[in-house]
């Protein structure tokens, strides 16, 4: 069964620590993403890697990492630098980030609360 | 980045064809046009994604025009299900696209 995983679905987490958030493709494809969602907005866009070992910056990076050593794991690492973590955080994955089949298939989110 | 606008909101009833219409006047040559719809505390799911004139799969239909500085999603004979939140994508990276606030369509009985 393809697809794309995301764990946990709830994390509670206390101000100032370090937290990371798992996702991971079954689906081969070449890019993955890191999107952010507030209540009532859209998506923003944190990372991408369109390969494996290269991922580039979004619009709202600071205070977040992340790492793409396997093709199938794109894991993203919350800093206690981000100054307002609690968020709604979705993972995504294409064939390729360009091109006629960017087209995006979504995990089911992890919802984080910093206490 | 091609800049996106959406209504905010629509309203429509059950069993009719709701359109809901994406202007993007600064696409690019080699930019696509993809519509996602999200429900609350999911993640989007895809649409359908189109380049040029009509595409259509089974959920839906894509209309762009000949400039391609607009296009339209076509949903026909919507339910109540259909009731979600419709982004309009315009990028040939998807890196580089923006998601926007979408349009929320509201499916009344």
């Known amino acids: 069964d393809g697809g794309i995983t995301q764990s946990p679905k709830y994390l509670f987490r206390k101000e100032g620590q370090n937290v990371t958030l798992s996702c991971e493709q079954n689906?081969?494809?070449?890019?993955m993403y890191w999107y952010r969602q507030d209540p009532g907005q859209g998506l923003r866009l944190i990372y991408y890697?369109?390969?494996?070992?290269?991922?580039q910056k979004g619009d709202i990076a600071e205070g977040y990492s992340v790492s793409r050593e396997k093709k199938e794991s794109f894991p993203l690492t919350v800093t206690s630098a981000q100054k307002n973590p609690t968020a709604f955080y979705l993972c995504?994955?294409?064939?390729?980030?360009?091109?006629?089949?960017?087209?995006?298939?979504f995990g089911p989110g992890t919802r984080l609360t910093v206490l | 980045l091609a800049k996106t606008t959406q209504p905010i909101s629509m309203d429509s009833y059950e069993g009719q064809e709701v359109n809901i219409t994406c202007s993007h006047n600064?696409?690019?040559?080699?930019?696509?046009i993809t519509w996602y719809q999200q429900f609350p505390s999911q993640g989007p799911r895809f649409i359908i994604q189109g380049y040029k004139t009509k595409v259509t799969n089974e959920v839906a239909s894509l209309f762009i025009p000949a400039d391609r500085k607009s296009s339209t999603l076509s949903l026909p004979r919507v339910s109540l299900s259909d009731t979600a939140v419709y982004y309009c994508?315009?990028?040939?990276?998807?890196?580089?696209?923006?998601f926007g606030d979408g349009t929320t369509l509201t499916v009344k009985p």
């Open positions: 689906l081969n494809h070449d890019a």
């Open positions: 600064n696409i690019a040559t080699n930019d696509y």
């Open positions: 994508l315009v990028a040939f990276n998807a890196g580089k696209s923006t």
């Open positions: 995504a994955s294409s064939i390729y980030a360009s091109g006629g089949h960017n087209e995006q298939f």
């Open positions: 890697s369109q390969i494996v070992n290269d991922f």
